[in-house]
């Protein structure tokens, strides 16, 4: 099978229960299912598993940028979460990368990619002031800085929400956030059509 599954909150392999999946951790879950290498069957697999459920990629990727990971929470038809990841350079951050994450609320992907406790950012955004805009089908989303103990220079994280469901950013290096004020948009994937077969994929994943 081209994904492997695991839980979408921690690394711990799966086993089957009588009522669905489990994790020795953290009990019943939804199956994360994230390829062994990231490249464009493996993605078919993906779409055909999220069928459904929005998966975000910073469009158009810039020259010489590539996906370099992806993963689905959820049965075919019953997604809850998707993630990508892409890399590349720019002149003032050499390397970055970026994780988008589409979740149903207490799902957890979200906050395993961006290091924190709480499964969803609400209790951090909920009294703050909203930082960077993204686009998504030409509407301006609103994301919130999280605060993220032990990230530093290392990582950024921003949430907010899209089509009912949380939103993440996850940033490499931190100061990779300052791409999100230059008029950065996300694409659903499952809608770009023969575009898609243009998009590169390969490289290292992003460490989550």
Same mark, same amino acid.
């Given at each position: 099978?081209?994904?492997? /599954?695991?839980?979408?909150?921690?690394?711990?392999?799966?086993?089957?229960?009588? &009522? =669905?999946?489990?994790?020795?951790?953290? =009990?019943?879950?939804? $199956? %994360?299912?994230?390829?062994?290498?990231?490249?464009? &069957?493996?993605?078919?697999?993906?779409?055909?598993?999220?069928?459904?459920?929005?998966?975000?990629?910073?469009?158009?990727?810039?020259?010489?940028?590539?996906?370099?990971?992806?993963?689905?929470?959820?049965?075919? !038809?019953?997604?809850? $979460?998707? #993630?990508?990841?892409?890399?590349?350079?720019?002149?003032? &951050?050499?390397?970055?990368?970026?994780?988008? /994450?589409?979740? *149903?609320? !207490?799902?957890?992907?979200?906050?395993?990619?961006?290091?924190?406790?709480?499964?969803?950012?609400?209790?951090?955004?909920?009294?703050? #002031?909203?930082?960077?805009?993204?686009?998504?089908?030409?509407?301006?989303?609103?994301?919130?800085?999280?605060?993220?103990?032990?990230?530093? %220079?290392?990582?950024?994280? /921003?949430? =907010? *929400? $899209?089509? =009912?469901?949380?939103?993440?950013?996850?940033?490499?290096?931190?100061?990779?956030?300052?791409? %999100?004020?230059?008029?950065?948009?996300?694409? &659903? %994937?499952?809608?770009?059509?023969?575009?898609?077969?243009?998009?590169?994929? !390969? !490289?290292?994943?992003?460490?989550?």
């Amino acid at each position: 099978m081209a994904l492997q /599954v695991t839980c979408p909150r921690c690394p711990t392999p799966l086993r089957r229960g009588t &009522d =669905g999946w489990v994790c020795a951790r953290h =009990g019943a879950v939804a $199956a %994360l299912r994230r390829p062994v290498l990231a490249d464009y &069957d493996a993605f078919a697999e993906h779409l055909r598993v999220a069928q459904g459920f929005p998966t975000y990629l910073p469009w158009p990727l810039a020259d010489a940028w590539r996906v370099t990971d992806f993963a689905v929470v959820g049965e075919a !038809g019953g997604a809850q $979460a998707t #993630l990508t990841s892409v890399a590349g350079s720019t002149v003032r &951050d050499g390397p970055v990368e970026i994780t988008v /994450v589409a979740e *149903e609320p !207490g799902i957890g992907l979200g906050a395993r990619c961006a290091g924190l406790v709480h499964s969803d950012p609400g209790a951090q955004i909920r009294d703050a #002031l909203p930082g960077p805009r993204i686009r998504i089908d030409q509407q301006a989303l609103p994301l919130w800085p999280l605060s993220v103990e032990g990230a530093g %220079l290392e990582r950024s994280v /921003v949430a =907010g *929400e $899209a089509q =009912g469901r949380w939103l993440w950013l996850v940033l490499r290096p931190a100061s990779a956030l300052l791409l %999100l004020t230059e008029g950065w948009a996300l694409a &659903d %994937l499952s809608h770009l059509g023969a575009a898609l077969l243009d998009v590169p994929f !390969g !490289g290292p994943a992003p460490p989550w």
